[in-house]
């Protein structure tokens, strides 16, 4: 099914095609079909299918139709992360539309956010913690919200916001006023009973445990010990030689040290921790997103919900203790129909969770076995690596990530990479 054969006003129909979007995904079709009646679901949807448009395409068009009531529409976002991803995909989709925006979370001041408000917003993205610290103010009024959407229900309730969401519930219109979209990669019984008590007979929408990871992304799995993931992760960059690479660790110091080895090895590319200050942590994401950086290591705060075209390649350094988690970050590649690939280390320390994670995907990993000559020198083996200290502020916004300590300034983390002498490294 296309977009142009739903019921669209044509400057939204517009904005979606000037997206690259064509035909709908499952989880499109399916919701869309219920949620342009004006009708509440409760959508189980996997990583990467589409499911931020969906909720994005009903509230422009409700908006529209109702637009003489100025009906605003609220979305409950985990991370400021997300939100800010769902703020920019709105703007794009609704870029022929009066409909204004705005993007409200913690870790950054008040006042650009009380003046958007002021203004008037539209649509309002937030996490619950600001939500209500804005409403408490008498900055933010939830009294005329007519959509209401909770995404990544499933990380709300993991992360302790359960309370907050019910608080913000309590204080929207009545739910024969306005319309609830519950959106979650498990449908637990926290959102359940969300959906029973504060939405309007929501229709339910599943996706099949067989459907739980895409075809089109191929895993492999290799098993390996601590000493050697590193040389083991240098050769398949090698002989894979892809653009780039989004890396999961479990631990943030981990993940700090993984990409100073990388740097050390010849490869550009930057960390993204949850204790980085925010305004870095957007400009990390901003610069993997535009290609400025093709290498990134992470933590499961860039798991969910952080959109990247062409990411050609997820690899778990480490395999995570939550295997919910396994379908999130291999969720990165192979969005929107693409091909990617997802590439597993399984070692001493982690390869306990395999099971878990094999049991939720419903198919074991594929694994492959490692030939000595996939093996690559890590230059920086035998190197200790302390975590450098937090910059505090934008006056130290210019720091670099990834440099070795003690290592001498090797120039900008930014490009392809680059398996290069000391030489080039010092240029």
């Known amino acids: 099914m296309t977009f142009e054969q739903l019921p669209l006003d044509p400057r939204l129909l517009r904005g979606i095609q000037e997206m690259g979007f064509t035909k ?18 409760a959508v189980q949807s996997q990583t990467g299918t589409g499911k931020t448009a969906a909720f994005l395409i009903t509230i422009f068009q409700g908006q529209l139709v109702a637009e003489a009531s100025r009906r605003k529409a609220l979305i409950i976002a985990p991370t400021r992360e997300l939100a800010v991803q769902i703020e920019a995909e709105a703007k794009l989709i609704g870029r022929y539309l009066r409909a204004s925006v705005g993007c409200f979370y913690g870790g950054v001041g008040y006042n650009h956010q009380e003046s958007m408000l002021k203004r008037g917003v539209d649509i309002m993205v937030g996490t619950p ?35 907050d969401i019910r608080k913000i519930l309590r204080r929207v219109p009545t739910l024969k006023l306005r319309q609830t979209m519950l959106f979650s990669a498990t449908l637990s019984d926290p959102a359940i009973r969300i959906a029973r008590e504060y939405m309007n007979r929501p229709e339910r929408i599943e996706i099949t445990p067989e459907q739980i990871t895409v075809d089109t992304i191929t895993q492999e799995l290799y098993h ?8 083991l992760l240098l050769g398949i960059l090698k002989r894979d030689n892809p653009k780039s690479v989004l890396f999961f660790t479990n631990m943030k110091c981990d993940a700090e040290r993984l990409c100073r080895k990388l740097v050390f090895n010849g490869y550009r590319c930057e960390f993204l921790t949850g204790d980085l200050p925010q305004s870095r942590r957007l400009r990390i994401i901003n610069d993997f997103k535009s290609q400025r950086v093709f290498f990134l290591v992470a933590t499961d705060v860039a798991a969910r ?20 988690n396994y379908v999130h970050r291999i969720g990165r590649t192979a969005r929107a129909g693409k091909n990617g690939k997802a590439v597993s280390l399984a070692c001493e320390k982690y390869v306990c969770n395999l099971e878990a994670i094999e049991k939720l995907i419903n198919m074991k990993i594929p694994a492959v ?4 000559n996939l093996f690559v020198r890590d230059k920086s083996r035998g190197m200790i690596f302390k975590a450098a200290a937090r910059p505090r502020g934008p006056e130290n916004r210019s720091r670099r ?11 900008s983390h930014m490009g392809r990479p680059r398996h290069a002498s000391r030489k080039t490294l010092n240029r």
């Open 369 to 372: 076995f490692a030939e000595e």
């Open 305 to 324: 919900g952080l959109h990247i075209d062409d990411l050609d390649m997820v690899v778990n350094f480490d395999l995570p203790a939550d295997s919910e």
């Open 401 to 411: 990530s990834g440099q070795p300590h003690g290592a001498p300034n090797r120039g």
């Open 129 to 163: 913690g600001r939500l209500l610290d804005l409403e408490h103010k008498d900055t933010l009024s939830m009294r005329d919200i007519g959509f209401l959407v909770i995404d990544e229900a499933d990380r709300l309730f993991d992360m302790g916001f359960l309370p």
């Open 24 to 41: 709908l995904t499952p989880v499109q079709e399916r919701t869309l079909a219920v949620t342009l009646t004006g009708l509440d679901a």
């Open 224 to 231: 390996v010990g601590s000493r050697e993931k590193v040389s």
